[in-house]
């Protein structure tokens, strides 16, 4: 069992940046694949970014390709999505979400835990 808790959400203008984390308790994530969804209101869940349990294989939705990286720090069992020039569009509540094997995945239906969301609203 993995238990997630996100944190970094906030009110920030456009073009400011942030710094999700999402912090792992109840056993080692390093052997397992994380992604980062959010989701806005009136809208499906969608996906973010996500990486593979090696640190080396990093994937991205195109509307945050190369303004959002991810990265993991296995020491502080930790994930983090660091998000630059933030957009109005990337207003949304952001969830960490973690699944049982190595794979990064694209679909939220491969991820078995997920934490509880953090907000995340940019003003323009």
């Known amino acids: 069992q993995v238990h997630l808790v996100e944190s970094g959400g906030g009110l920030v203008q456009a073009g400011d940046s942030l710094r999700l984390s999402c912090a792992a308790s109840g056993r080692t994530i390093s052997t397992t694949a994380m992604g980062w969804f959010r989701q806005a209101p009136g809208k499906e869940r969608e996906f973010v970014s996500s990486?593979?349990?090696?640190?080396?294989?990093?994937y991205y939705a195109d509307s945050v390709k190369g303004r959002f990286t991810v990265s993991r720090d296995n020491a502080k069992n930790t994930v983090y999505l660091q998000m630059n020039s933030l957009k109005p569009e990337d207003t949304a509540v952001y969830y960490c979400?973690?699944?049982?094997?190595?794979?990064?995945?694209?679909?939220?239906?491969?991820?078995?835990?997920w934490g509880q969301g953090t907000q995340v609203t940019v003003s323009s």
């Open positions: 979400a973690a699944t049982e094997g190595g794979i990064a995945w694209t679909r939220p239906t491969m991820y078995t835990y």
């Open positions: 990486m593979d349990w090696t640190g080396s294989s990093a």
